[in-house]
């Protein structure tokens, strides 16, 4: 059996394991613009004119503060912005992602140094320093067997943030080029 499994979800017509944040800011709007015309994917609500500057602005926080973290702890990125994938998958991620493709990674296949994570939505910023909290994979390792098993702790993240998601930031695209 193998171990912990990496989601990602992405609508049929969608190129995969690509991220808006490594375009040149007039290119990702102006493909913001086109995604949000695409109403297959009810995530796409962020691509709005008006909320993808905001989006745009946060996000590029975000991954500068994820950045910076992940090679304070000794990570090693190939990419300034990583790939998002959740932790065994989420609940909600069907009502955003009804009809979609899901690729799959298994965790024992990624190199420590490539890969972080965080206990909710990285972008997401609020007062709760364990949403804010990045860790790495030895870290969640210790997580899952201190809690019993994956699911054990996902379990206890949705107790702690009132939904069970674990996300995982890929900063190395070797593991999903085909």
């Known amino acids: ?20 944040m490594r375009l040149p800011r007039e290119e990702a709007f102006a493909l913001a613009a086109k995604l949000y015309e695409d109403k297959t994917c009810t995530a796409n609500i962020r691509f ?9 602005e946060t996000r590029l926080k975000a991954e500068e503060r994820l950045y910076n973290k992940f090679t304070s702890l000794g990570g090693k990125p190939e990419e300034n912005h990583p790939l998002y994938f959740y932790v065994h998958g989420w609940d909600l991620s069907k009502k955003f992602w009804a009809d979609c493709v899901t690729e799959k990674l298994e965790l024992d296949d990624i190199d420590a140094c490539d890969i972080s ?3 909710g939505d990285s972008h997401v910023e609020n007062d709760n320093p364990e949403n804010n909290r990045l860790f790495m994979k030895d870290e969640l390792m210790e997580l899952v067997a201190e809690h019993g098993g994956i699911e054990a702790l996902i379990a206890h993240v949705k107790g702690q ?5 674990i996300e995982a930031q890929l900063w190395n695209d070797a593991y999903v080029v085909r």
């Open 117 to 119: 994570f965080t206990f």
């Open 1 to 20: 059996m193998r171990g912990i499994c990496l989601l990602n979800h992405r609508p049929h017509s969608y190129t995969p394991f690509k991220s808006i």
């Open 48 to 56: 709005g004119a008006d909320e993808f500057a905001n989006y745009y």
């Open 161 to 165: 943030l009132g939904y069970g998601m």
